[in-house]
């Protein structure tokens, strides 16, 4: 049973990349415009059917990474009940927000597109900042859930040894992976414009189950 969710973490981790390069993927011209540098120039070229597939494979991707997390609490919970459950509360509470985040992200780009049908690019970045705001905290708060807290736990409690897997293990969460990749972007080379950054959360999330796996 745990075997067979850290294998579904894995595949759910990887269907979300996916959906990520079909939201992110924009190219070496893509240019923030606006105040708060929310709108993508690059939007205006992307077909909108990148944006309904993205949600379409988050829609089955969050309950699948999910599985991935839970097969680690699974193997946790054999000599740490209470940290298990709790650390398994937290991220299912994250993972309830993961879909409503990628949902939003796709929504972003399918107003501006049509806002812009009409030439109003100060309308179009007053609706979306003003969405933005309005879902700031539970935004942060479910992100922080899903990514950083159950990033933070991992790594801590395999630098303690409570996970009997090698210490590069650490690197195995989607907060490393972020930084991973945004180095690669900080790189300013052009095909690392996009990609692995765009889609290191997500590999990050697949990871846990490759944890899982190396523990089994």
Aim: charged share 15%.
């Amino acid at each position: 049973m745990i075997k067979t969710l850290a294998i579904i973490g894995i595949i759910g981790g990887l269907l979300c990349a996916v959906a990520d390069l079909l939201l992110d993927m924009k190219g070496s011209n893509n240019k923030k415009i606006g105040k708060m540098g929310m709108i993508e120039s690059e939007w205006k070229n992307m077909a909108h059917w990148r944006f309904v597939w993205s949600d379409i494979l988050a829609m089955f991707a969050v309950p699948m990474y999910s599985c991935g997390f839970l097969s680690l609490m699974m193997v946790l919970e054999k000599d740490a009940k209470i940290p298990a459950l709790v650390l398994s509360i937290i991220f299912l509470c994250g993972a309830m927000g993961g879909f409503m985040i990628h949902t939003f992200l796709c929504i972003q780009p399918t107003i501006y597109q049509r806002i812009m049908e009409r030439e109003d690019l100060m309308l179009a970045q007053k609706v979306i900042a003003s969405i933005f705001k309005q879902i700031y905290v539970p935004f942060f708060t479910l992100y922080t859930l899903l990514v950083i807290i159950p990033a933070i736990a991992a790594m801590v409690m395999i630098a303690m040894g409570m996970f009997k897997v090698p210490l590069w293990c650490m690197l195995l969460n989607p907060v490393v992976i972020q930084i991973i990749g945004l180095l690669f972007r900080a790189t300013k080379l052009d095909c690392f414009v996009d990609a692995p950054s765009c889609c290191a959360a997500s590999l990050g999330l697949a990871s846990y189950g490759v944890i899982t796996l190396l523990l089994l």
